[in-house]
Structures are given as structure tokens and as C-alpha cells.
């Protein structure tokens, strides 16, 4: 495959919620924003930098409460560090003010009521100057115990509700973008949350966010065994299988996908703090990594021919659940960054 040094596009983000995802009671504090954005702005590799974050909407980083003067000043601070904004999580679940999308018609109000106010920020934010590309993500706001009670009436609610959803991101000009991942009911599989898209049926509105380290755990079928594309105890040596799975996997899906996360896992499951059974993010490289960062990442970037998507204007770093020293550490910053710019040039374009 063609790779060329110092490509422009798509532009390199990194996301500020691995400071609160999976920190708090029971496990290490949050990160505050301000670090945050500092220790990405100070990353630089071979003179090239973080070109912006994405956002949690919700405290300590982002309140989804903020007012015009709150967004002004969030704007000014991150402009301040050469920075821009690109998508933002909304926080659709019931313990920051949301609720389950198969929930009771109240909380299902709740749902659709952080999609607005998370649309409206994201507009504002467009006005402001600060974000001129970018997604607001979602999920169900369930868990897959609750989903598997009433597996397709479950779906046909989350549907329903993500219908209303997009009228809400219709009116304030945004796209919304579902990430699968197992924790989340009725997106718990490729082919569960293939069938969702479906069923929501507003492609140019809803699409998929691809996370490495949550898609990869789609092939091993956790909470689904019935969608796995790979045998239980799979010997990772094996390359040429499991690039068959993936391919067949990112097929089904790279049609939909509209954001995309860099990541690496180790094909475990792992939580910590209120964030529990998902992907275990990894340092890119972790020498239990299971994905060819550069090599994978091609399959979400590029078509069935081999050409680019340009799907999407940035591609963003996400690590939740790193240590805080970890976090701290400004090299890790720089490993990261540097894996970003090698995929750009590998599979960006000019």
C-alpha cells in the first residue's frame, strides 16, 4: 500500500474523556480539562501537533448545562491552545440526567432531552467558530441484561427513539454518530448494530462510530457467541484469519461509519469505576496489542477498492481507562500522537 510522509487531512484529535471515563468513586480521580488539553497541546512529533479534542458533555469537563457565556469561555481556552473542537458525547445515560432508550416513556424524554442539549452546544459551538466538523455520539443507555429480556421489541424501541433523535440533530444541523460497543444493548454485535442502523433507516443522519478496541471485540463475540467470527481461545498468530473476520466485519459496517477512533486492545474485557465490561484500551504500543494499529486502521479508512472514504474530516485517539500516571506522562502523548500521523500517512490524502 502507497504511504506518503505529512499528509494534511483528516486532522488529528485527541478525546478528553479518558480523564473522567472510569475515574471517580472506586477508582482514581478525574483528569481536569485544563491538564488535559495541556498535555495534548504540548505533544509534538517531527513538528507536527494535535489539531484538536473531542468532548464529554458532562462535569468536570463540559457541563451539558453550559450557558452562551460558559461556551464563550470553553471556546477562548481551547482556542488559546492552538486547538479546535470536533465531536462531542452526549451523556444520554440515567446517572448524568439521561435515561435508557428501552426505558419508560420519562426516560425516554430524558434520552432525547441530553440530545438536545448536546445538539444545541454543538451548534453553538459551530457559531462560535471553534468546530467546523464533527459528530454528536450516542448509545443505547442500556445494559445488555436488560436488552436480552425482550431482544426485538428492545430494538424496536431503541430504534424509535433514536428516530426521535435525529430530528432533534436535523433541527440544530448536526449528524449523529451510534458507537457499538459491547456494553451497550442492541449494539452489543456487528450484526446487532448493523440491524439497528437499518431500522433507524436516516443514514444521512445516524451512522456509526468505529472505535478499534470495541469493534475488535465484536469478532470474539462477547455477549453475543452467536455473531462471533472467531473461534473461542483464538491463536492471535494466526494473522490471516483474523484479518478475514475483520475485513468481513468493517465491511458491514465502514458504509455507516461516520467517526473514528484510533485505539489498541488486547482482546480482553475490563471496566473501572461506573464504566465496567468494555473494551480494554491499550498504549499503541503494548506489546499485548492484538491489532496492527497502521494496518487496521486501513480497513475503516479505505473502500473495498482500496481508496480513502474521506468519510470523515478527523480521526481521534481514544484511551479510557489509562492509569493516571500514565495519563500524566507527556511521552505517552507523543507515542500516540506519532501512531496518529502514521496512520494518516498511510491511509489520509491531501
Known sequence: METRQNRKHPALHNAMWPGVVGKGAGSEPPIDLDTMLRLTAAAEVDGIKFDGVDLFLTSPHTDIDSNDEDLRKLSDKIASFGLVIGSLVA????????????????????FLKQVRK?????????QLGIRSYGIIRIDSATSTEQWFKDPEANTRRIA?????????????GERLAAEGEICWGGMHSWKRMVQLLEMVGRPKTLGFQADMAHTLLFTLGYNA?????????FDWSRHEQFENAYRLLTSALRPW????????????VKGSGSHDRTGRHCLPNDPNGRLDIVRDSGYWLRDDKGEPTRAFQ????????????????????????????AVRDAHGWD
Do not use: Y
Open 91 to 110: 451523556p444520554v445515560w440515567g446517572a448524568t440526567g439521561g435515561g435508557s432508550a428501552i426505558g419508560n416513556q420519562d426516560e425516554q424524554k430524558k
Open 118 to 126: 448536546a445538539c444545541h452546544i454543538g451548534r453553538r459551538l459551530r
Open 160 to 172: 424509535d427513539v433514536f428516530q426521535q433523535a435525529c430530528g432533534i440533530a436535523d433541527d440544530h
Open 225 to 233: 457467541p452467536e455473531d462471533r467470527l472467531l473461534p473461542e481461545q
Open 257 to 268: 461509519t461516520i467517526d473514528f477512533h484510533v485505539a489498541q486492545n488486547d482482546a480482553t
Open 314 to 341: 478527523h480521526i481521534c485517539w481514544d484511551g479510557c481507562m489509562f492509569p493516571n500516571d500514565v495519563m500524566r506522562n507527556p511521552g505517552t502523548w507523543r507515542d500516540i500522537l506519532a501512531t496518529l500521523i
